[in-house]
């Protein structure tokens, strides 16, 4: 069977890959079948500190392979089943403590939007062109654009996507909060991060995301809470003893500078 989803493990990152550059990265039942198996194997591995995700040919995502599906007849209660595998993919990359950076160019479109959005940090490439084109097939928003979307951008701008023809470049989604940065060539920049974090407190930077992830859906209570005991486990690991002493030895050394 064709790998649509690559992963690579190494130097404490894992590198998926969408591998169906013919059809514009759009997700067809298989493809969205190792899309979740590549998500729960990336969270699940104790050598993986950081996540990026990059696409091949000149589009990230077009959204489902919906003229596919229509050609071969599925009905909708299967792509109801078909999202819901999708979805357990993305919720393994949300819910998880590890960072993802991910690198997007050209089309964005439909599901693509949610499965950028899924991504802590978003590395967009200057041809980069997002648009939700749902209403255009009559279709309604899924993998998490109807929520990730909302949360990114704000819930006015979310619905004018959706809602209209509005299509973002680059710089129009760097304002509006979908993306992080814009860079002349998305995948080495998206690269640098995560190896950036792989090197650093990958712990303490995955735990940032999992705090932040976490409080858009429970009480502000069970944040605090979280937030203290997180930070003592974070003070008693070896990460945080040996950066803290790193710190003292740096302050000690400018201090007896002076």
């Not at 013919?22 to 996540?51: H, K, W």
């Not at 979805?87 to 939007?113: C, K, Q, Y």
């Not at 409080?215 to 203290?228: F, K, T």
Request: hydrophobic share 50%.
């Amino acid at each position: 069977m064709a790998a649509l989803i690559t992963l690579d493990i190494s130097d404490g990152i894992a590198h998926l890959t969408f591998a169906r550059p013919d059809r514009l990265n759009a997700f067809d039942f298989e493809m969205g079948r190792q899309y979740r198996d590549a998500c729960v194997a990336a969270t699940s591995s104790p050598d993986v500190r950081a996540i990026l995700i990059t696409a091949q040919g000149p589009a990230f995502c077009a959204g489902g392979d919906v003229l596919a599906m229509a050609g071969a007849k599925v009905s909708g209660s299967q792509v109801t089943s078909g999202a819901h595998v999708i979805h357990d993919g993305i919720m393994a990359l949300l819910e998880s403590a590890v960072p993802v950076v991910l690198a997007a160019r050209g089309a964005v479109a439909g599901g693509g939007i949610g499965l950028m959005l899924a991504a802590d940090y978003v590395v967009a490439g200057e041809d980069l062109r997002m648009a939700g084109k749902y209403a255009d097939i009559g279709l309604t928003p899924d993998l998490g654009v109807s929520t990730l979307l909302s949360r990114a951008v704000g819930e006015r701008r979310a619905l004018t996507l959706l809602l209209t023809s509005r299509e973002l470049d680059a710089q129009t989604a760097l304002e509006w909060g979908a993306a992080a940065e814009v860079a002349g060539d998305p995948e080495a920049r998206a690269r640098e991060v995560a190896l950036t974090w792989s090197a650093g407190a990958a712990g303490a930077l995955g735990q940032a995301k999992r705090l932040v992830r976490a409080s858009a859906h429970r009480p502000v209570g069970d944040s605090l809470a979280d937030e203290a005991t997180t930070i003592g486990a974070a003070f008693d690991g070896d990460e945080a003893r040996q950066r803290i002493a790193a710190f003292a030895a740096a302050s000690a050394a400018r201090g007896g500078a002076r």
